[in-house]
Each structure stands twice: as C-alpha cells, then as structure tokens.
C-alpha cells in the first residue's frame, strides 16, 4: 500500500508557473512508475504526464495539451514525484491528482495508475 499527498497548487495568472510536488510514503517510491492527472469541473479525470520507475526508464509521456509546457520528474531517494507547469492557461485550471503504479519496473507508457492522492487545485486566471 501506498499513500501520495499531493502540494503546490494554488492561483496563479496566465502564463505564470507552479511547481507541483507529491510525496510518496508506505511503501518506496523507486521502482514503481508515477504519473500526474487532473479534473477540471463537469469533465472527466484526464491524464497529464508519466515517468517511469527510474531515470533509464524510458522518456516521460505528455498529453499533447501540456508537452513543452510542462515538465514530470521524480527523486527516488526522497520518494518525491514533480510536475513543472510552465506558461499555464486558464483552461489548466483542474484539480490535480498524483498517481502511482502498483506493478515495478514499467516505464511512463506502460503506467497503470492504482494510487492516487487526494488532490491538489490549480487554478489559473486569464
């Protein structure tokens, strides 16, 4: 078992950036592949950007409507997941969720979120 808590969000302008942090405890973060998702109100939960379970592990995947924007890291030693928003647009105003694979060793395209954390806003105004 594994328990994320999502921090960082807040309100921000268009075109300002946030940097979202998720912090993994119960269970080691390495070597499970992460990713970030979100939920803007009346849609559906969306996938945002994966990484996988080490640095070797393949290139991080982005939705088409972050790539260049944002940026997904992690630190496997301090079991902390990152998402770098740069440039942010109103309609990146969500609220997002990290998650985290329960099957080791896959890479960012193979993740299959089963963790998620509670959920952190962001809301971006124009």
């Known amino acids: 078992q594994v328990h994320l808590v999502e921090s960082g969000g807040g309100l921000v302008q268009a075109g300002g950036s946030l940097r979202l942090s998720c912090e993994a405890s119960?269970?080691?973060?390495?070597?499970?592949?992460m990713g970030w998702f979100r939920q803007a109100p009346g849609k559906e939960r969306e996938f945002v950007a994966a990484?996988?379970?080490?640095?070797?592990?393949?290139?991080?995947h982005y939705a088409n409507s972050v790539k260049g924007r944002f940026t997904i890291s992690r630190d496997n030693v301090e079991n902390m997941l990152y998402l770098r928003m740069t440039m942010l647009k109103p309609e990146d105003t969500a609220v997002y969720y990290c998650?985290?694979?329960?099957?080791?060793?896959?890479?960012?395209?193979?993740?299959?979120?089963?963790?998620w954390g509670q959920g952190t806003q962001v809301t971006v105004s124009s």
């Open positions: 990484i996988g379970w080490n640095w070797n592990a393949g290139t991080p």
């Open positions: 998650a985290a694979d329960k099957e080791a060793y896959r890479t960012a395209s193979e993740l299959v979120p089963v963790y």
């Open positions: 119960g269970r080691t973060a390495s070597p499970y592949a």
